[in-house]
């Protein structure tokens, strides 16, 4: 039973182009969702977070957006760079110490 | 530079023989965990800790134990009774209860003989 589902095992995009990046789930007691890159050989490192009581959540080039009606989230990326290449997870916590992670999106930017 | 090390980076087990996997931090935190990931799939936590001399049993916890003597080392033992072990091991740490930043080794690669 997954809980956490990221439908795309790879996404392919245009350098300087966005990436979107998407991310369903099916318990609505989730209350806060993160989003981890992961280079080859190396663990996931932090990316970007947001709280349900919020729609959208931005750091300089990556945003985050929530629908809790649709149980929805997306990872968009403006511009896109070839460092953005790398495995993207996302993740949901319902308030206890269990991450639920998604399968991840290999991100693949073209020059 | 503060960060998790995981050792070794690549392990192989015979039948019925246990493992060690070595985790240790110098962020000082609280919170270690270990997680699994097979192809395909998610991260899937085994293990988590919080405090010294405390763990606790995560999704997939059958096969496998952990000790926490010491703040900074948090070692996983895959067990005999682990009958598909092979996977990708990732160690994690985060402080006090804090899931926002998780922080990450590099992971240890575990293939069966």
């Known amino acids: 039973d997954q809980q956490v589902k990221q439908n795309s095992p790879s996404l392919s995009v245009q350098e300087g182009r966005i990436s979107i990046l998407n991310c369903d789930y099916t318990?609505?007691?989730?209350?806060?969702f993160l989003w981890y890159k992961k280079y080859p050989a190396e663990g996931p490192t932090f990316l970007i977070s947001i709280s349900s009581i919020k729609d959208k959540n931005e750091d300089g080039r990556f945003t985050v957006f929530l629908n809790k009606s649709a149980k929805h989230l997306s990872l968009h990326i403006v511009p896109s760079q070839p460092g953005d290449s790398a495995v993207y997870f996302c993740?949901?916590?319902?308030?206890?110490?269990?991450?639920?992670w998604g399968a991840g999106t290999k991100l693949i930017i073209k020059p | 530079d503060g960060g998790i090390t995981q050792s070794p980076k690549y392990l192989f087990r015979k039948e019925g023989q246990n493992v060690t996997l070595s985790c240790e931090q110098n962020l000082n935190h609280d919170a270690m965990y270990w997680y699994r990931q097979d192809p395909g799939q998610g991260l899937r936590l085994i293990y988590y800790?919080?405090?010294?001399?405390?763990?606790q049993k995560g999704d997939i916890a059958e096969g496998y134990s952990v000790s926490r003597e010491k703040k900074e080392s948090f070692p996983l033992t895959v067990t005999s009774a682990q009958k598909n072990p092979t996977a990708f091991y990732l160690c994690?740490?985060?402080?006090?209860?804090?899931?926002?930043?998780?922080?990450f080794g590099s992971g240890t690669q575990l293939s069966v003989l």
């Open positions: 993740a949901a916590s319902g308030g206890n110490y269990q991450l639920i």
């Open positions: 800790s919080q405090i010294v001399n405390d763990f």
């Open positions: 318990n609505s007691m989730f209350d806060y």
């Open positions: 994690a740490s985060s402080r006090g209860q804090s899931l926002v930043k998780l922080f």
